[in-house]
């Protein structure tokens, strides 16, 4: 069981971490592009597709990162379990106290202002990944 636990948050966390670099390298800068007029019907189709990626892998993450503090693989140390989920709470409080707010407005129409923050603030997460990609890969070392 431990071994599945640990592959399951290893796999979620890359597959978040490639998708976060190309949700910040790529699609959110793009949202500029839409045509104003066009941009709520271009963000609900966006939202409805977004919803079948992020979110599962987000919480297989989260919920194996606080298996991982019961079942530890040989070799993985306390403290890489706690800076994990250390990082984990630093991905969801970004995103539920930044992102989150950011998109609920843009739902509304395209906004300058809110996309450049939600471009600026998602580099928190985008970071956060990166790290959490390098430390996973660390424990599986």
Avoid: C, N
Wanted: overall charge positive; aromatic content about 16%; hydrophobic content about 55%.
């Amino acid at each position: 069981m431990t071994r599945a636990i640990f592959l399951a948050h290893l796999a979620s966390t890359l597959i978040m971490t490639a998708l976060m670099g190309f949700v910040q390298i790529a699609h959110y800068p793009s949202f500029s592009s839409i045509d104003p007029a066009k941009f709520t019907e271009y963000y609900r189709w966006h939202t409805r597709r977004a919803w079948l990626f992020a979110p599962p892998p987000m919480i297989i993450e989260a919920v194996t990162g606080v298996l991982l503090f019961f079942y530890r693989p040989a070799g993985v140390g306390t403290a890489q379990v706690a800076a994990g989920l250390a990082l984990i709470a630093v991905i969801w409080l970004s995103t539920f106290f930044f992102q989150w707010p950011a998109h609920k407005k843009l739902a509304s129409g395209y906004d300058a202002g809110v996309h450049a923050f939600l471009v600026k603030t998602s580099w928190i997460r985008t970071i956060a990944y990166g790290l959490r990609a390098a430390l996973v890969l660390w424990m599986a070392a």
